[in-house]
């Protein structure tokens, strides 16, 4: 049987502004869940991980983890930075 190489991590970076990026390519939230989908090819061991600024709308993470979720991505997790 073939082994299968583990996948890349998956980071999505979004910024006060809403910019989105998965492993700094520049995406709309529109284009996240078929990107991911295409990274993950239905791996149900991915893992991705949100990194948000600490400004940014939970509106906007809970449209995120959506899109995520519709993708496929079950073990999601969120690193928020520490408020200075």
Known sequence: ???VAPAEPLEVQVTTDGTIRLNGLRLSLGQLSTEIAARIKGDQES???IKADAEVP???L???MDQLQ????DNLRLATPEAS
């Open 1 to 3: 049987s073939a082994t």
């Open 47 to 49: 893992s991705v991980t």
């Open 58 to 60: 939970v509106q906007v």
């Open 62 to 64: 809970v449209q995120i």
């Open 70 to 73: 519709s993708a496929g991505v």
